[in-house]
């Protein structure tokens, strides 16, 4: 008896923790959504927002600087303590995109407790001359201990702009694009283990 109220004053305390730590998130905001949160300067939403990051990165190397560009809202003093621990390559414009650099720009962000989405843009594989951008979702798991890592990665085959709306959706992920070949995700290999 005495064991189970340990692990009930355990799994008490973890909830607690977890729900001081904003786990229900939207980013960008979404019409009527007032339970969740929006602020991307939040040390939660900061910590998924570089693992997802250098997921993609990691995936596909870049060469040479590129420029982050993060969720509107977000202040300097988070491009400053982000942009270190994504390494010496990643920069950051206070003046919008520079052309003559690689972008890389975090979109949308979700959150649901333990698991999470991170929308990033980045230069389409061997098109980024032409200016080609393509839409990269990062499927995040929250783990106790450890903090946020990353599952898996999709590749959207759709316009940035179509896959964005197809992502807002939770009931897109599982209906509109089982018979839409188009604008389906091309998932990168299979899952990847936590990077913890």
Same mark, same amino acid.
């Given at each position: 008896?005495?064991?189970?109220r340990?692990?009930?004053a355990?799994i008490?305390?973890?909830?607690?923790?977890?729900?001081?730590?904003?786990?229900?998130?939207n980013?960008?905001g979404?019409r009527?959504?007032t339970?969740a949160?929006?602020?991307?300067?939040s040390k939660y939403? =900061?910590q998924?927002i570089? +693992?997802? @990051? #250098?997921?993609?990165?990691?995936?596909?190397?870049?060469?040479?600087?590129y420029q %982050?560009i993060l969720?509107?809202?977000?202040?300097?003093?988070?491009?400053?303590?982000?942009?270190?621990?994504?390494?010496?390559?990643?920069m950051?414009?206070?003046?919008?995109m520079?052309?003559?650099?690689?972008?890389?720009e975090?979109?949308?962000?979700?959150i649901?407790?333990?698991?999470?989405e991170?929308?990033i843009?980045?230069?389409?594989?061997g098109?980024?001359a032409?200016?080609? =951008?393509?839409?990269?979702t +990062?499927d @995040? #798991?929250?783990?106790?201990?450890?903090g946020?890592?990353h599952?898996?990665?999709? %590749?959207?085959k759709?316009?940035?702009?179509d896959?964005?709306?197809?992502?807002a959706?939770?009931?897109?992920?599982?209906t509109?694009?089982?018979?839409d070949?188009?604008?389906?995700?091309?998932?990168?290999?299979?899952?990847?283990?936590?990077?913890?």
């Amino acid at each position: 008896m005495d064991m189970f109220r340990v692990l009930v004053a355990m799994i008490v305390i973890i909830t607690a923790g977890l729900g001081g730590c904003s786990p229900y998130v939207n980013i960008p905001g979404q019409r009527g959504d007032t339970l969740a949160t929006h602020n991307p300067n939040s040390k939660y939403i =900061q910590q998924a927002i570089v +693992v997802a @990051l #250098k997921a993609v990165t990691m995936y596909r190397p870049v060469e040479g600087n590129y420029q %982050v560009i993060l969720p509107e809202g977000t202040d300097p003093a988070t491009y400053a303590l982000l942009l270190p621990q994504l390494g010496d390559q990643a920069m950051w414009s206070s003046d919008g995109m520079r052309q003559v650099q690689t972008v890389y720009e975090v979109k949308a962000l979700r959150i649901r407790g333990a698991d999470g989405e991170v929308d990033i843009v980045r230069p389409a594989s061997g098109l980024a001359a032409d200016g080609t =951008q393509q839409l990269v979702t +990062v499927d @995040l #798991k929250y783990y106790i201990p450890g903090g946020w890592g990353h599952t898996r990665l999709r %590749v959207w085959k759709a316009s940035v702009e179509d896959a964005l709306r197809q992502t807002a959706s939770p009931s897109a992920q599982t209906t509109i694009h089982e018979n839409d070949p188009a604008i389906y995700p091309q998932e990168l290999g299979t899952t990847m283990p936590s990077s913890q």
